[in-house]
């Protein structure tokens, strides 16, 4: 299928989407104050918010003499990151061929035939790093501090974890694994990996790709803006929204699929935003399945 987003720093697809996630994420920031890890269950420090505005009441989090203080360390790390997958990733990503995903098992007719052999791109990988159960959630390429083996404090009681950091019922563990099993099981899941609609014909003049120019004419109409010379598409927040690209937009994740062409794909940040205090890190609200509705025609 040609180069697959998902292989490492040295792909130009790499480099585009992280200068459009860090676009997005500085839109976000000068926004407000909704889109401030700090406040989330992604802070996972001594810091973790007794409970957010929206709700983020906190399951996971060090506690006790010691515990560390630092917000990004858990995902991020300044120097000797362990994957290419996210940048400055701490932690050791799977292959992008290793899951078992909606659409390369339960493929329908209207999905693209090469489903069968669906990759997950890196942004995906990342996610899944935490979330398909099989690392513990301390698991780190460097821990907070020079030269430091551990971290200090433990995890806070009564939230289901272990003192090694595994989530026994409170972590979103979507591939249904435990440390020691594979957690490649996202049959139950919205398909990621998968392009958008089915695909288009692409061509350099695209810029709103409308619907009935995709596979599937199911699904709303794109938009697309350009980053280091490469398309990014994305599905623009029905209502409500600021004109133009956004961390409130459903993002989707350019890959060159040879030749000169690309194609966007949906992955796990297409839909969530990790950094963003809002319910389930949704880009777009859950309240009247408007996430599901700014894609899909219903």
Same mark, same amino acid.
């Given at each position: 299928? *040609?180069?697959? &987003?998902?292989?490492?720093?040295?792909? =130009?697809?790499?480099?585009?989407?992280?200068?459009?996630?860090?676009?997005?994420?500085?839109?976000?920031?000068?926004?407000?104050?909704?889109?401030?890890? =700090?406040?989330?269950?992604?802070?996972?420090?001594?810091?973790?918010?007794?409970?957010?505005?929206?709700?983020?009441?906190?399951?996971?989090?060090?506690?006790?003499?010691?515990?560390?203080?630092? %917000?990004? =360390? &858990?995902?991020?790390?300044?120097? *000797?990151?362990?994957?290419?997958?996210?940048?400055?990733?701490?932690?050791?990503? +799977?292959?992008? !061929?290793?899951?078992?995903?909606?659409?390369?098992?339960?493929?329908?007719?209207?999905? /693209?035939?090469?489903?069968?052999?669906?990759?997950?791109?890196?942004?995906?990988?990342?996610? #899944?790093?935490?979330?398909?159960?099989?690392?513990?959630? !301390?698991?780190?390429?460097?821990?907070?501090?020079?030269?430091?083996?551990? #971290?200090?404090?433990?995890?806070?009681?009564? !939230?289901?974890?272990?003192?090694? *950091?595994?989530?026994?019922?409170?972590?979103?563990?979507?591939?249904?694994?435990?440390?020691?099993?594979?957690?490649?099981?996202?049959?139950?899941?919205?398909?990621?990996?998968? +392009?958008?609609? *089915?695909?288009?014909?692409?061509?350099?003049?695209?810029?709103? %790709?409308?619907?009935?120019?995709?596979?599937?004419?199911?699904?709303?109409?794109?938009?697309?803006?350009?980053?280091?010379?490469?398309? %990014?598409?994305?599905? /623009? +927040?029905?209502?409500?929204?600021?004109?133009?690209?956004?961390?409130?937009?459903?993002? #989707?994740?350019?890959?060159?699929?040879?030749?000169?062409?690309?194609?966007?794909?949906?992955?796990?940040?297409?839909?969530?935003?990790?950094?963003?205090?809002? /319910?389930?890190?949704?880009?777009?609200?859950?309240?009247?399945? /408007?996430?599901? #509705?700014?894609?899909?025609?219903?």
């Amino acid at each position: 299928m *040609g180069t697959q &987003f998902g292989k490492g720093l040295a792909q =130009v697809f790499h480099r585009a989407t992280y200068a459009a996630v860090l676009a997005v994420g500085a839109l976000g920031l000068m926004q407000g104050a909704d889109a401030q890890v =700090v406040d989330t269950k992604h802070n996972l420090s001594a810091t973790a918010p007794a409970a957010g505005s929206q709700g983020a009441t906190r399951v996971n989090y060090y506690t006790g003499a010691g515990a560390t203080t630092q %917000v990004c =360390v &858990f995902c991020h790390t300044p120097h *000797g990151a362990a994957s290419a997958a996210a940048p400055l990733w701490q932690r050791v990503v +799977k292959a992008d !061929n290793y899951y078992q995903t909606y659409g390369s098992v339960n493929a329908s007719p209207t999905m /693209e035939a090469d489903q069968a052999n669906v990759t997950v791109g890196s942004v995906s990988l990342a996610c #899944l790093s935490c979330h398909d159960g099989t690392q513990a959630i !301390n698991t780190m390429a460097n821990k907070p501090g020079s030269g430091n083996n551990a #971290l200090g404090g433990d995890w806070a009681a009564g !939230n289901n974890l272990t003192n090694s *950091g595994l989530s026994t019922t409170s972590m979103a563990n979507l591939g249904g694994g435990t440390v020691g099993t594979d957690g490649k099981d996202l049959q139950n899941d919205h398909p990621i990996g998968i +392009k958008y609609a *089915g695909g288009f014909t692409y061509s350099v003049s695209n810029g709103v %790709v409308t619907n009935n120019a995709f596979a599937d004419t199911a699904f709303r109409s794109t938009s697309s803006t350009v980053v280091n010379n490469v398309p %990014v598409w994305y599905v /623009e +927040k029905a209502a409500g929204n600021v004109a133009g690209r956004d961390k409130n937009d459903i993002q #989707l994740y350019t890959r060159s699929t040879g030749g000169g062409n690309y194609q966007p794909y949906v992955e796990c940040a297409s839909c969530h935003d990790p950094h963003a205090n809002a /319910e389930l890190f949704m880009r777009v609200p859950v309240a009247g399945s /408007e996430i599901c #509705l700014t894609c899909h025609i219903k």
